[in-house]
Structures are given as structure tokens and as C-alpha cells.
């Protein structure tokens, strides 16, 4: 799963959602509550970036699945610091119009048969979650689509701009941290790749928010809410 730093991938949402209908089930996080106060009108502008607007629409799924998320890493009997929520969605939604604009630039496309190809594959795969996603997001399947097009323009950019590498001797010292934490971690070998492309990932990450910091300097934001 690829977390972007300026936003939350739809693997990782999906798989959120799982963990979180387990854990409700063994009655250890509570179902999130979201007031009417915290949500925008559809229609308010709530930032404009190089003279695009985002809409209260774009804010108010984005803002559910970020508590949603905040709920299940938090101790249930902590309160969720809706003014961070409220933050980090502003920032991801800010980094994935400043993302957006560049990848146009870039002639980076994702074409509505592409988008269609990946929901049925989620469909056939994830089945009766994807249903319990739209109900817990208060999504559309138009809001899903839109997730689903962020997570490949997003990787098509990364592959594009943000060139890391990983060396073997990185992975090893990366696989001895966890084998010191774990007696259960398979062989070296059996798990290398997969280490490597999580490692990756994790450059790739830190180097995208980087990259998306220098974006935002040269760009015109104004953040309204």
C-alpha cells in the first residue's frame, strides 16, 4: 500500500476500514462522530490554488475519512483533535490540486477506462466493503472514482518525479532492525523484495513531500476556512 503524504490512498482506506469494523466488533474503537458544524457547505470555496477553487465538496469526504482514520489510531478515551483533522485535510487537499495542476503540465492522463477497469477490479475483490466504505464516508461511487484517480495519477507522477534507490545493504540493515523485534521473520531472501519496495515507498514519500513544499512556495494558496 502507498500512504502519499498529501493524502491517504484508497488501499489503505479500504484496509482501514476492515481493521476498524474488527476492532468495532471486539468493541475497541468507537463508530466516529462528525457534527454538522464541522462539515462545509458544497458549494463554499474553502482554498483556491493558482486560481482553482476546492469546494466544500471535496473538503467534507476528505475531512470524513481523515477523523475516520484519526478515530482508530487514537485511545478511545482521548478526544480526536478536530482542528488537526481539519489541517491535515486542508494540506492533502492542497497537495493534490498542486499535484493535479503539475501532472497536466507533465501531459500525465488517466483516462475514464482506466478508472472504470480499476473500480470493477475493487468491486470483484473487496465486494461488501466497498458498499460499507460508501455508507461510512457518506461517498458516492462519483467519490470514489475520484480516490481511485488520485492513487494512479498520483503513482504515474512519483514514477515520474521522484527517483529514489535503495541498496542492498540498507534492506539487510533494515530486515536485522526487525528480526531484533521478531523471533517470526522468514529468511532473508524470502522477504528482501518486499522489504526493498516498502523502503522505497518510504523514500519516495519523504522526497514527494519535499518536492510538494517547493511546489507550494511557488504557488498562489489561500486557504479560506
Not at 483556491?48 to 485511545?75: C, Q, S, W
Request: proline content about 2%; aromatic content about 4%; overall charge negative.
Amino acid at each position: 500500500m502507498l500512504t502519499i503524504l498529501l493524502g491517504i490512498s484508497l488501499l489503505l482506506i479500504i484496509s482501514a476500514c476492515g481493521d476498524k469494523e474488527t476492532a468495532e466488533e471486539n468493541q475497541e474503537v468507537q463508530p466516529v462522530e462528525i457534527t454538522d458544524e464541522e462539515l462545509i457547505d458544497k458549494e463554499e470555496v474553502i482554498a483556491t490554488v493558482n486560481d482553482v477553487d476546492i469546494l466544500g465538496r471535496d473538503y467534507n469526504p476528505a475531512y470524513r475519512e481523515r477523523k475516520e482514520l484519526e478515530n482508530f489510531n487514537t485511545d478511545p478515551n482521548e478526544e480526536i483533535d478536530t482542528d488537526k483533522v481539519k489541517e491535515i485535510t486542508i494540506d492533502g487537499l492542497v497537495g493534490q490540486e498542486l499535484i493535479n495542476q503539475e501532472t497536466k503540465e507533465l501531459g500525465i492522463n488517466v483516462s475514464e477506462e482506466e478508472i472504470d477497469k480499476e473500480l470493477d477490479i475493487l468491486k470483484e475483490q473487496q465486494g461488501d466493503m466497498i458498499d460499507s466504505l460508501l455508507e461510512q464516508f457518506d461517498w458516492t461511487e462519483e467519490d470514489l472514482k475520484n480516490q481511485i484517480r488520485n492513487d494512479l495519477t498520483n503513482n504515474r507522477y512519483i514514477n515520474e518525479k521522484i527517483k529514489v534507490d535503495v541498496t542492498e545493504e540498507e534492506v539487510k540493515a533494515e530486515y536485522d532492525r526487525v528480526k531484533e523485534e521478531s523471533e517470526k521473520v522468514p529468511e532473508f531472501d524470502e522477504v528482501k523484495e518486499n522489504i526493498e519496495v516498502q523502503m522505497i515507498k518510504q523514500k519516495q514519500n519523504k522526497e514527494l513531500f519535499k518536492h510538494i513544499e517547493k511546489i507550494k512556495e511557488k504557488s498562489e494558496v489561500d486557504v479560506k476556512i
